[in-house]
């Protein structure tokens, strides 16, 4: 699914205006961004699941074309956790 499906499917559902439900996407889009931006924030999204922001150490890579070696530095990334009722459901 796409936004604009994503879009539809909500107002129909809960019977609101389809550019309230993208204003609230946006919204949400914004917030997860926010709040993520800091390593060990969690950010909850009932029935589907969690956004995890996770530390990640610097390293030394390999770039797979020369074999030189590479420092790829410390950097924060997001993790998703499946909730158990989506992987209920999916299964």
Known sequence: ?????IVSAVAE?????????ANVLDALGSIA???L???GAELTLPGIGKLKA???????GRNPATGEEIEIPAKTAVKFVAA???K????
């Open 88 to 91: 209920d459901a999916v299964a």
């Open 33 to 35: 961004q926010a709040h």
């Open 1 to 5: 699914m796409n936004k604009q499906e």
């Open 54 to 60: 996770i530390a990640k150490e610097a390293r030394t």
């Open 13 to 21: 559902q809960i019977n609101q205006p389809a550019a309230r439900v």
């Open 84 to 86: 158990k009722a989506l």
């Open 37 to 39: 931006a800091k390593p």
